[in-house]
């Protein structure tokens, strides 16, 4: 090989390294991939979808941080999150990551009754959103079976849950999915969000670990600064065990906004 040619073979491998760091710095800084896991965010999310984490959107704290040393009491918001926005966070005590919806803000009070969400004691808007269907089968990597309005369904058969479009006393509508009237947290007591603290749920009402249930067996109050940023877009779907298999990928999802 010349040495033009080995000069021009080095500054190739140089431009590669600098766009995977630069890459890479984008990407701890800015962004966090996530996959679903579960299916309490149904039908907003489904198992095996894939999004990016928006950890600028309310600036940053010590677990959106990527630094293990960063200099930040608590959190220093950009903006406040939103009721509505969905937030993937760090579970208060068991160090793992959720991804929930925002329901209730600082100073809010918040109770269920009868499986309608009451936001300072008005109950929310609702709307038929039809039925959501999708096939009892196991779902995911790990292989979770659905829980269906219309058990026992077979494997196989065709699971079904109702749909709600919930809309927020901000006017933010999304679906909700209901698989029992007289599920454990379909009724609670009226919850006072501290400040400084949010009050989450999943769309998926009654397969959701949320704020309905206290820390630490359940989730409770999530502070600020556990939060670690918003999910805007689903970027890649799979309903197969594995991203490999490309007969499973859900085409339709593909770059999908989060409502």
Known sequence: MSGKAKEGAIETVKTI????????????????????PSGSMKDTLLIGDFLFVNKMAYGYSAHSCPFSACPIPGRIFASEPERGDVVVFRHPTRGVDFIK?????????????????????????????????EVKELQGPQGLMPRCANDPVGQGG???????????????????????????????????????????????????????????????????????????????????????????????????AIE
């Open 101 to 133: 919806r925002v329901i209730g803000l600082p100073g809010d009070t918040v109770q269920v009754k009868n499986g309608v969400l009451n936001i300072n004691g008005a109950p929310v808007q609702l709307a038929d959103g039809g039925t959501f269907t």
């Open 158 to 256: 065709t699971c079904e849950k109702g749909r709600k479009l919930e809309t927020l006393p901000n006017g933010k509508t999304h679906s909700i999915l209901n698989i029992s009237d007289s599920w454990v947290a379909d009724n609670t007591p009226v919850f006072t969000v501290p400040e400084g603290q949010y009050f989450f749920m999943g769309d998926n009402r009654d397969n959701s670990e949320d704020s309905r249930f206290a820390a630490p067996s359940g989730l409770g109050f999530v502070p600020g600064e556990f939060l670690i940023g918003r999910a805007d877009r689903i970027m890649f779907s799979s309903a197969g065990r594995s991203l490999f298999y490309f007969w499973t990928w859900r085409m339709d999802r593909f770059f999908k």
């Open 17 to 36: 390294v600098y766009a995977l760091v630069i890459a890479g710095i984008f990407r701890t800084l800015f962004f966090q991939p996530f996959w679903i």
